[in-house]
């Protein structure tokens, strides 16, 4: 869903909590906008993700900056892919602090993930967040 469709469902009342994934509705900044409609009609946010720690860790800057937040879906913690993975501790995971989304991805594991499609062909672990939270790390040092 974009903001266009969650626009829909606010205005309506039809929902009591909205679901925003990250990777999906337009990012941090559009998802914000979708809590903002939200937050109009008391409506709660509990965003959708299931993609991996990256995600989480973006999704997690934006609960931590969103009044209506109400609970946060986590499919994976990090574990061998973050050098400090996400810990839950009675029922809550700690908002990273560091820069960019606060994470450090482990590099060494994420190249133990390589596999081979053709003999000369090599695919590495890429996806849209990937290469994004690399620039992220890059532009704010």
């Not at 190249?111 to 003999?119: C, L, T, Y």
Request: proline share 6%; net charge negative; hydrophobic share 40%.
């Amino acid at each position: 869903f974009t903001r266009w469709q969650f626009q829909e469902l606010i205005e309506k009342q039809a929902v009591a909590i909205i679901q925003p994934d990250l990777s999906h509705c337009g990012g941090i900044m559009e998802c914000r906008k979708i809590a903002a409609m939200a937050e109009a009609r008391n409506i709660a946010l509990a965003p959708h993700c299931p993609l991996g720690p990256i995600a989480l860790a973006a999704s997690l800057q934006v609960d931590a900056s969103t009044p209506n937040f109400l609970c946060q879906e986590q499919l994976t913690l990090g574990d061998g892919y973050l050098k400090t993975p996400f810990k839950v501790e009675d029922g809550y995971v700690k908002v990273p602090d560091g820069p960019g989304l606060g994470i450090e991805l482990n590099d060494e594991f994420i190249d133990s993930k390589r596999f081979a499609v053709r003999s000369e062909e090599t695919w590495r672990v890429s996806t849209v967040w990937l290469i994004w939270y690399r620039w992220v790390q890059r532009v704010s040092g």
